[in-house]
């Protein structure tokens, strides 16, 4: 009966399941629009992805199976073309953009999806610069058919890290309180430890600075059941991985 569990055995595994599906926000941009932002990776996190609209919403974003398995419901259900590459990078946004509710966020940390186009572009822009870690850049999209993440970075600067890190924010929170709620609670240490690549002292507290998403937890795999669930009966919708044109909902720097 794999349906009734007795026991606490499915409490770490139910944990895990619910933080991947409320991972790290994904940066887009509105077309007509510039946002200023921070990379914290200097190489991308690569899988294939499919990111279907479901019943309306375009933030739907998983990671194919065809790479590790047999059985693939997500190309079957959207069709080969559907999939596409995507590197991921740690980027801060450090534009104050405003949501639907009038709320204001700044120096959030985020997830850079970016497809070949972009990719592309940023191989080039490391290649000029030897290192992408710390770079500022100006990010432009001028129409909706330019890539949702942006069609052109243009350098800046180089921020100084260690003053960028008591700014940022992760899911609403410091993380400068985050660490430190984490040295009192093992329950936001794990979390935390799935979320980020970390670095622990001798006492086994966080170092503080800003780290890389923990690409391995925040893009695995999700089960052919997972996949065959979220699809399901639901009203799917492919771009055929296209670069643009996906619109999901919209939710002086001193360093």
Not at 123 to 137: E, Q, T
Not at 155 to 162: I, M, N, W
């Amino acid at each position: 009966m794999g349906w009734l569990k007795i026991g606490y055995d499915g409490i770490d595994a139910e944990k895990e399941r619910i933080a991947r599906l409320s991972g790290p926000n994904r940066f887009w941009m509105k077309e007509g629009t510039k946002r200023e932002i921070v990379l914290i990776d200097d190489e991308p996190a690569c899988v294939y992805e499919h990111s279907p609209k479901i019943n309306g919403s375009w933030n739907n974003a998983f990671t194919c199976l065809k790479e590790s398995s047999d059985i693939i419901p997500c190309c079957e259900k959207l069709g080969e073309r559907d999939r596409y590459y995507c590197g991921h990078y740690t980027i801060v946004d450090i534009t104050e953009p405003t949501d639907a509710k009038n709320a204001k966020y700044q120096h959030e940390i985020k997830l850079l999806p970016t497809k070949l186009k972009t990719l592309s572009l940023l191989r080039r822009k490391k290649g000029d610069r030897g290192s992408l870690i710390g770079c500022i850049f100006n990010v432009h999209r001028d129409s909706k058919d330019d890539p949702n993440c942006g069609s052109e970075f243009e350098f800046q600067r180089e921020a100084k890290l260690e003053g960028l890190f008591p700014l940022v924010t992760f899911k609403g929170k410091k993380l400068v309180d985050l660490y430190k709620e984490a040295a009192e609670k093992p329950e936001v240490m794990a979390r935390l430890k799935d979320t980020f690549q970390l670095t622990l002292d001798a006492e086994g507290k966080i170092v503080p600075k800003i780290y890389s998403f923990n690409y391995e937890k925040i893009l695995a795999q999700k089960t052919p059941q997972e996949i065959r669930s979220m699809l399901g009966s639901a009203q799917v919708e492919s771009d055929g991985g296209q670069e643009g044109s996906k619109s999901p909902k919209d939710d002086n720097v001193p360093f």
